[in-house]
């Protein structure tokens, strides 16, 4: 316990204990723990609020706390301050009326009549004297004491007065200074008073004067130090305190002397502060030492009320909690409005936002601001107007043919559905046709790209030409495919379609001064006849155009026996790869006649695979498969090797004969060609001029420069070349030039009709010159009677092939021929 100045226990700062409770855990119960998630708020503008209101709540309550702890400083400075000032007035208070009491005291004792009164032992005489003089200077109580403490006169009442006088220590004092004042309590009353001597020659008495300490004296001592003011006594070997005077209320007053029960009387200090609690009010208090007279202390103590002296704070402190809360409140209204000002365009562009999720840039948002967030309003609607753009471009090039500008295959399968929907509800039919251009890669090989992209718009716009009805589209499918999609259209308008999409690519088309012909081959499906499904209609279309292809045809109508076809092609593909290994395939020989010497000297080699169970079958069914598939390689090495086998046998028979072998694209791709047919020949001993290789003119235009790089590699090795099926491709006199062949071959569409047809023959006629003037052999294909024959012996042609001199057979057959041709035979042999 801490003690004051005054001996009373400080107002203790009570802490309250609080005790966290985790949880409980009773005998076999199992601790859990919750977690709590914290509320989140989503809102932009609750959050803004929230923190503007936050921010301002921080300030306000550091403000305030800053500002309280200033002012609860500063006043409790001012009552301290008050109170020593107080203080200071209270001494001087006292000091004045003490000597003001010296000073009256003095001048009764001097009274010569009051002395002579004294000396005779005049005790009426003395008693009237302070009787008198005591009415006179108002003071409460006079005593006349004899030098030896005994008790001469007094004013008191009746009965009250003691023989000797009780307050020796004020004459013990008296006697050293001359004077002495002090404030003692007596009869429960408290006095002050004044000892001043009675003189003649020497002291002869003491002269005692006491005026009390009433409440009208406290009074004027609050009003002059503006404090409350009480007076206690403390009794010796008692630990009590008694009030004997105060200017505190009647109530507080009286609980006064219980704040300091228990208090040693002893243990009284002078100028201590201490804060004592009176009931409901506490009271900051300051104490002074009165003396010990009579063995009895007395202090005073100038109290002030914290209540009352923090007031003015107080109503301070409840002025600033308005104002706070007014600024708190306008401050809400102020960052709710700054807040709106803010996310109102941030919710607009929110949901510019999601409309551009969902693919809508029709509306800008709209944001009338020239500030930071007016420049984002305005770069979202920039960023809007290049995504729609770019969108838009996206959307062409996933759905338009960048080239044509037609629709794409993505764009027309989508359409082809949605008429597809609309024909069935309409009970109508539509007509699906699928183009495919004819040789189009050697317009890309020997004109260029360039040309054949402008074959390709060229033919976009005359087959968009055709088409007169909005409801129909063209599209282009991919490389030199288009297709056409015709609402409301059976097969026989299908077709009349066709042939007028036919007719326009017959027409001749002049690209910067390069006269290309396009024909093609079209293949027709009808909805729903041939397919209630879009894949199926589409894959069906495809079938009539190979269909029409195969068969040079134009135009194909789609029919269920092309199906047919086509499962039995892929089981042909699959026994195909299974025809080398079961030895199924023959090569079988057609002769060739010198027309000069009347001789054979050469044969071609063509393959025929003769199929267990379907018998023969001719090349032009499964060749195109090989070389789709790539087997073509496997079969091309088979037909080298039979024939340098076969060219082997007939060379042990004196049978000098040079075989011609087709060589297909594939084969002019391949690296390991020249390789392969080296090693072939050291393995059968052949000599270059055993083998002529025949080449197409679209072969060479697959991969031109590894085609050259391989046929001059062969050229090198000494084997013949020769260049079939002359005229049927977009020949090039120049690029001819370049190739590294000895022998050019007409083709038989040529040589078929030329004796009938001027033209053909005319062709045919200046193809041989051609070969002349190149210095190449020229050999024609296709003669079919002695007219023809005798007409290309005229025109010079070097050689000769076809069933009017003998079909393909067999090599046991040719042997047999051999021995009955009107012709003669290479070398010395014989059968």
């Excluded at 708190?328 to 510019?352: C, D, E, F, Q, W």
Aim: charged content about 25%.
């Amino acid at each position: 316990m801490h003690s004051n100045g005054l001996g009373l226990e400080s107002n203790a700062t009570h802490t309250m204990s609080y005790v966290a409770v985790e949880g409980s855990k009773r005998p076999g119960s199992t601790a859990r723990s919750v977690r709590l998630r914290k509320p989140r708020i989503h809102k932009l503008q609750t959050r803004i609020v929230l923190a503007f209101s936050l921010l301002l709540l921080l300030i306000q309550a550091t403000s305030l706390v800053m500002i309280n702890t200033v002012l609860s400083e500063r006043a409790d400075q001012d009552i301290r301050r008050n109170l020593l000032a107080g203080q200071r007035v209270f001494n001087q208070v006292r000091e004045d009326n003490n000597r003001q009491l010296i000073q009256s005291a003095t001048i009764m004792s001097s009274d010569f009549a009051f002395r002579k009164a004294i000396a005779t032992g005049d005790y009426g005489t003395v008693v009237s004297t302070l009787t008198n003089h005591g009415a006179r200077i108002k003071a409460d109580v006079l005593l006349l004491v004899a030098t030896d403490g005994k008790m001469i006169a007094d004013t008191l009442p009746a009965g009250h007065a003691e023989p000797t006088f009780q307050f020796q220590e004020l004459i013990g004092t008296a006697e050293q200074r001359g004077q002495s004042a002090a404030m003692v309590a007596l009869d429960d009353k408290l006095y002050q008073m004044v000892v001043v001597p009675v003189l003649g020659p020497l002291p002869i008495a003491w002269l005692i004067v006491g005026f009390n300490i009433d409440e009208k004296f406290v009074r004027n001592l609050q009003a002059a130090t503006a404090l409350n003011v009480s007076f206690l006594a403390g009794a010796p070997n008692k630990n009590e305190w008694r009030l004997l005077a105060s200017t505190l209320p009647a109530g507080t007053s009286a609980a006064f002397p219980k704040v300091l029960h228990g208090l040693p009387v002893g243990e009284i200090k002078e100028d201590n502060l201490a804060t004592l609690s009176m009931g409901d009010e506490d009271h900051l208090a300051l104490s002074s030492d009165m003396g010990k007279q009579g063995g009895t202390q007395i202090i005073a103590i100038l109290q002030q009320s914290l209540q009352q002296a923090l007031e003015p704070l107080r109503r301070l402190q409840v002025i600033l909690l308005y104002l706070s809360a007014i600024s708190l409140l306008a401050m809400l209204a102020a960052s709710y409005k700054i807040a709106r000002n803010i996310t109102k365009p941030i919710s607009v562009l929110g949901n510019l936002a999601r409309r551009i999720q969902q693919g809508d840039y029709s509306e800008p948002a709209t944001v009338d601001r020239e500030d930071e967030i007016g420049e984002l309003a305005s770069a979202f609607n920039h960023m809007k107007d290049g995504l729609a753009t770019r969108e838009a471009k996206i959307t062409e090039l996933a759905y338009r043919d960048q080239l044509t500008g037609l629709p794409n295959r993505i764009l027309f399968h989508d359409r082809l559905e949605q008429s597809a929907k609309l024909t069935s509800r309409a009970g109508q039919n539509l007509a699906l046709l699928i183009i495919n251009l004819d040789r189009f890669k050697e317009v890309n090989v020997i004109l260029g790209h360039h040309i054949g992209d402008l074959l390709l718009q060229e033919i976009s716009r005359r087959l968009a030409f055709i088409l007169e009805r909005e409801s129909d589209t063209l599209a282009r499918l991919g490389g030199d495919e288009f297709a056409v999609l015709l609402s409301d259209c059976d097969a026989r308008g299908a077709m009349m379609v066709a042939r007028k999409i036919l007719d326009t690519l017959d027409q001749p088309i002049l690209l910067e001064g390069q006269e290309v012909i396009a024909t093609g081959s079209i293949g027709i499906a009808i909805y729903p006849e041939h397919g209630s499904e879009i894949n199926t209609l589409m894959r069906r279309a495809d079938i009539a155009k190979y269909e029409a292809k195969r068969n040079n045809a134009g135009y194909a109508l789609f029919d269920l026996n092309y199906v047919e076809k086509n499962q039995e092609h892929l089981s042909l593909l699959a026994g195909l790869r299974h025809a080398i290994e079961r030895n199924e395939f023959v090569l079988y020989y057609q002769p060739k006649v010198r027309f000069a010497a009347g001789e054979i000297g050469h044969v071609e080699a063509l393959v025929r695979w003769i199929h267990p169970e379907r018998g023969m079958i001719p090349p032009d069914q499964f060749i195109p498969y090989a070389e789709h598939t790539g087997y073509i390689r496997n079969i091309t090495r088979w037909v080298i090797e039979e024939a340098f086998r076969q060219r082997k046998e007939w060379e042990q028979m004196q049978l000098p004969l040079t075989v011609s072998v087709n060589i297909s694209a594939r084969d002019l791709v391949n690296a390991d060609l020249p390789r392969v047919i080296a090693e072939l020949m050291d393995k059968y001993g052949a000599s270059p001029d055993w083998m002529c290789l025949e080449i197409t003119e679209s072969a060479i235009m697959g991969d031109t420069k590894r085609a050259l790089s391989i046929l001059d590699e062969l050229h090198d090795m000494g084997i013949t070349l020769s260049v079939d099926d002359f005229g049927t491709g977009y020949s090039s006199l120049a690029y001819l030039k370049k190739l590294p062949v000895s022998e050019l071959k007409i083709d038989q569409s040529f040589v078929f009709h030329m004796a009938d047809d001027k033209d053909d023959a005319t062709i045919v006629r200046s193809t041989i010159e051609m070969g002349h003037n190149m210095g190449l052999v020229v050999v024609a294909e296709g003669i079919e009677n002695k007219a023809t024959w005798d007409m290309l012996n005229d025109m010079g042609c070097d050689l000769a092939q076809g069933y009017y001199i003998g079909k393909p057979m067999p090599a046991d057959a040719l042997l047999k021929w051999l021995a009955q041709a009107p012709w003669k035979v290479s070398g010395d042999w014989r059968e």
